[in-house]
């Protein structure tokens, strides 16, 4: 049996524990959508006091995932503590990397992992970005508030499940959404950001899977602009993950100029299996340099 997230009625889907003493000072970001916790860490070393506190609310929550962020001097101490490196975001802290570091805690069923060909999806890619700049008219896109965003979670039609509830993946971070599609009589597509100031990095979301070429084009060109809009508030570079399992994505971020720096072990339930993710990054730097066509700044 797949342990699955709780997510009964007096318990938030996403929860912040705080541990702070003389010796530590943790944050940790519970998630009951996928089961997972995300470990921030502010101060280094002592990582016997550490272990004892994320096992204990692991196993209190039965948590299927712990994993962190962290620099690489503190790799080392997380790895004596069972984590495997899981990836990289260049340049996450401005003028340092972060390394990915994960643990699966107990469940009887490994994580869903799928392998996509290379060669056809570098194929696949191409033939998105081709797509993309074959189509004359630009997309349609207009800036969103996150309650508006939260209500098209609720409301994915065409037979489309959502690929995020934008649930927080930090602290304390700001947040746009730009909706996005191919005309005005499509459905709205979701681009979210969340960023923090301090550390020049952002997060970027899409709301679903487009199901043809001309959405994904649209989806490529609000992807484009929100990196652009990001940059010009100070942000270096941008991240994304996407299910191993959806070959549309994958070729969708490499057309958009991203690329792959790892892959997280069962970072995602679907509601009946936790499913590997990639990870994917892009400098902005290098997104400035993209030709958007846009009919106004998000």
């Keep these: 049996m ?15 524990v705080i541990l702070r003493s ?16 995300r470990v921030i860490d502010f101060r280094t ?6 272990r004892v506190f994320i096992q204990s609310l692991a196993q209190r929550e039965r948590a299927h995932k712990v994993f962190t962020l962290v620099e690489r001097d503190e790799v080392p101490g997380w790895l004596r503590l069972g984590f495997q490196k899981e990836g990289t975001v260049p340049g996450y802290y401005k003028r340092s990397d972060a390394f990915v570091l994960g643990r699966v805690l107990h469940d009887p069923q490994p994580p869903t992992s799928y392998e996509v060909d ?27 508030d996150q309650r508006e965003a939260l209500e098209k979670v609720r409301h994915v039609n065409n037979g489309r499940r959502p690929l ?23 459905e709205e597509n979701v681009v979210a950001a969340e960023f923090q100031d301090c550390f020049g990095n952002a997060r970027l979301e899409l709301l679903f899977s487009p199901n043809n070429g001309t959405e ?25 993950t996407s299910r191993t399992d959806n070959e549309l994505l994958t070729a969708l971020y490499q057309a ?10 069962g970072q995602f339930f679907d509601g009946e299996k936790y499913i590997d993710e990639i990870l994917w990054t892009r400098k902005l730097a290098v997104a400035a340099a993209d030709q958007v066509a846009m009919d106004g700044p998000p």
């Design 22 to 37: 003389d010796q530590v000072f943790l944050c940790l970001l519970i998630n009951r959508r996928h089961n997972h916790i």
């Design 256 to 265: 958009a100029g991203f690329r792959k720096t790892g892959k997280m072990a």
């Design 45 to 50: 070393g002592n990582f016997p006091v550490k």
């Design 216 to 240: 994904a084009s649209a989806a490529i060109t609000g992807l484009r602009t929100m990196m652009n809009e990001l940059q010009d508030r100070g942000i270096v570079t941008a991240f994304a």
């Design 164 to 186: 995020t509830s934008f649930d927080p993946f930090g602290r304390h971070s700001l947040r746009l959404y730009l909706a996005v599609s191919p005309d005005r009589h499509s």
């Design 118 to 144: 290379a060669k056809a999806l570098a194929s696949a890619a191409k033939k998105y970005a081709k797509e993309v700049s074959n189509i004359d008219a630009p997309a349609k896109m207009r800036t969103i």
């Design 2 to 16: 797949v342990s699955k997230p709780d997510l009964s009625r007096q318990k938030a889907p996403v929860e912040q």
